[in-house]
């Protein structure tokens, strides 16, 4: 989902050797940046986004205090919170950031993009279909219902 690479070195037989669960594709309505839902304003767009329900996932009791550190981030650093009262702050710090000053992705977006109000469809005098706002024609006086 990035072309950014970054190389790291590791100990001999430190190497990380576990598939990257953290990033996952997410569509969303390029115009707008929400997620895509059909009848959105602008092209759909797949964005690579940060998943963290699977990190920790051997200490469960820690999930409240990832989700609690997931919803603090994605407001940006320096945002206190958690059991410790500490700061958000990026992976790297000072004077390098080899994913930019970003947290290696974006956050999927929470909220569905609205869709455009539908166009009406023609009305009035020259077309089929009567517009709301036109009031019936007079056509003369009521007719007598004929009697049986």
């Known amino acids: 989902f990035s072309a950014k690479q970054v190389k790291e070195l590791f100990i001999k037989g430190t190497v990380p050797r576990d598939a990257d669960n ?26 690579g986004a940060l998943d963290f329900s699977h990190v920790e996932e051997n200490f469960p009791n820690w999930g409240k205090y990832t989700r609690g550190w997931v919803k603090r981030a994605s407001r940006g650093p320096g945002v206190s919170g958690g059991p410790e009262g500490t700061r958000t702050a990026y992976f790297y710090g000072g004077i390098h950031f080899p994913y930019g000053k970003t947290w290696g992705g974006i956050f999927a977006p929470t909220e569905l993009c609205t869709k455009p109000a539908p166009t009406p469809e023609p009305c009035g005098l020259f077309f089929q279909t009567p517009c709301p706002t036109d009031t019936p024609r007079n056509s003369g006086p009521p007719h007598k219902t004929p009697k049986p």
């Open 22 to 47: 953290i990033h996952h594709g997410v569509e969303i309505d390029a115009a707008t940046g929400k997620l895509w839902q059909d009848g959105c304003a602008g092209p759909r767009k797949v964005v």
